[in-house]
């Protein structure tokens, strides 16, 4: 079993940033396009953003330009910045290692005045 581990998730005021991390096996991360999702209460797991092995990135319109995914292949960690961040942004977000079964078990982010 391949455990994705996240972290970074808080209360955040809008328009302000968060950085989220997720960190996975050696062997395993260096090969996978890693990605970011979010779910809201009550609805379906929404992709945000891609990122392959060599960096190449791709985002949902609703966040591109805001967030940025990036990835750390020595240290085995994908990122998710978020800048601007509004109220719908609050959910659950989770790191996925695509075309695999492996999640990561979310960390929570609550945008709130």
């Known amino acids: 079993q391949v455990q994705l581990v996240e972290s970074g998730g808080g209360l955040v005021q809008p328009g302000g940033s968060l950085r989220l991390s997720c960190a996975a096996p050696g062997s395993f991360f260096s090969i996978n396009v890693m990605g970011w999702y979010r779910q809201v209460s009550g609805k379906e797991r929404e992709l945000l953003a891609t990122?392959?092995?060599?960096?190449?990135?791709n985002y949902v319109d609703s966040v591109k330009g805001r967030f940025t995914i990036s990835r750390d292949n020595a240290k085995n960690t994908v990122y998710l910045e978020m800048n601007s961040l509004k109220f719908e942004d609050t959910a659950v977000y989770y790191c996925h290692a695509l075309f695999t079964a492996f999640w990561g078990q979310g960390t929570l982010v609550t945008v709130s005045s």
């Open positions: 990122i392959t092995s060599g960096g190449s990135a």
